[in-house]
């Protein structure tokens, strides 16, 4: 790496972090580099330097809260609908692993997500982020590389995972591509089966966790959108892939949209290799054919 120039370094690394995958013990220190929490051409001293910056300014941030909540809570009804929508979800999430022991601190979960919805403008808090949040927490030691991770996260994707930004930009980029792909199955997805795309939302929202056996799985799905290998918004060639894995049983079966939900929501212990590798082979698919404009644009 160190004979490459800086650009060509940059991108090796990402496409090795691609091809490879992470060894879990590197993956934290990995995932710093791969959002942009450190720069790739960093000293270990810079890296320092960087890290104790954005601890200050994290718990700056804190103090502006802890000043202004009550100005909020006065004035914002939607910040007490918020809070109240958080502090429910975050009850449900189960904070023990099998063997008893604890896995996160649900309080501190709370305040990183509170303060996340306070200051991120562009990604006011949706159901589904305190799961995101909670793998960053599961990941990292500090509160703030929590914090900064999920937000660096955010803006590397292209807040492709945030409702009013990202998710329906991806839904109808999933319709073209399958009516560019597959159009036998675009045609039974307007007729009988129509509903049925829009209704997947959850996958994007939550960037296809619950779809997997294991963190790592997830880990290993974001990691190849945050290199943006082999090409940007890859998580509509992945929702694509999944499609493809009812797309016999939706057709011999005649299935409305709800049946092709309910086949969609089974999809669940996926192995994320296997679902990056088919994913893979779309994109391969894509790029020997002569692409609509719309599908060219939103991929390379």
């Known amino acids: 790496m160190t004979t490459l120039s800086p650009e060509n370094s940059l991108s090796a690394r990402q496409s090795a972090s691609f091809i490879l995958g992470l060894h879990p013990t590197v993956r934290t ?61 975050i009850k449900k999430l189960y904070d023990k692993d099998p063997l008893g022991n604890v896995l996160l601190d649900k309080k501190r979960l709370e305040k990183i997500l509170l303060l996340s919805y306070v200051c991120n403008t562009q990604a006011e808090y949706q159901q589904g982020f305190h799961e995101m ?20 996260f955010l803006q590397k994707t292209e807040h492709s995972c945030v409702i009013k930004i990202g998710v329906g930009k991806n839904l109808n980029m999933l319709n073209t591509l399958i009516n560019f792909l597959d159009p036998v199955f675009a045609e039974h997805l307007k007729g009988k089966g129509a509903g049925a795309v829009p209704s997947l939302f959850p996958w994007f929202c939550l960037c296809f966790q619950r779809a997997f056996k294991t963190f790592d799985d997830v880990w290993r799905l974001w990691e190849v959108l945050l290199t943006g290998k082999p090409c940007r918004n890859f998580q509509v060639l992945a929702a694509y892939s ?59």
Not at 133 to 150: P, S
Not at 271 to 299: G, M, N, T, W
């Open 29 to 89: 220190e990995a995932w710093k580099f791969l959002t942009g929490y450190y720069s790739w051409q960093s000293s270990q001293d810079e890296r320092l330097t960087v890290d104790s910056t954005r601890r200050k300014n994290y718990e700056a941030l804190c103090q502006m809260y802890q000043k202004i909540q009550p100005l909020l809570e006065n004035l914002h009804q939607n910040f007490i609908e918020t809070r109240n929508s958080i502090t429910c979800d």
């Open 133 to 152: 949040v909670m793998i960053f927490q599961l990941m990292v030691e500090h509160d703030h590389e929590t914090f900064w991770l999920f937000q660096f």
């Open 242 to 300: 999944m499609l493809q894995m009812v797309r016999q049983q939706v057709l011999q079966e005649n299935m409305t949209g709800d049946d092709i939900l309910l086949a969609c929501n089974n999809l669940i212990d996926l192995d994320a290799e296997e679902l990056i590798s088919a994913a893979c082979i779309v994109y391969a698919e894509l790029i020997q054919k002569d692409v609509p404009q719309s599908l060219r644009d939103f991929f390379l």
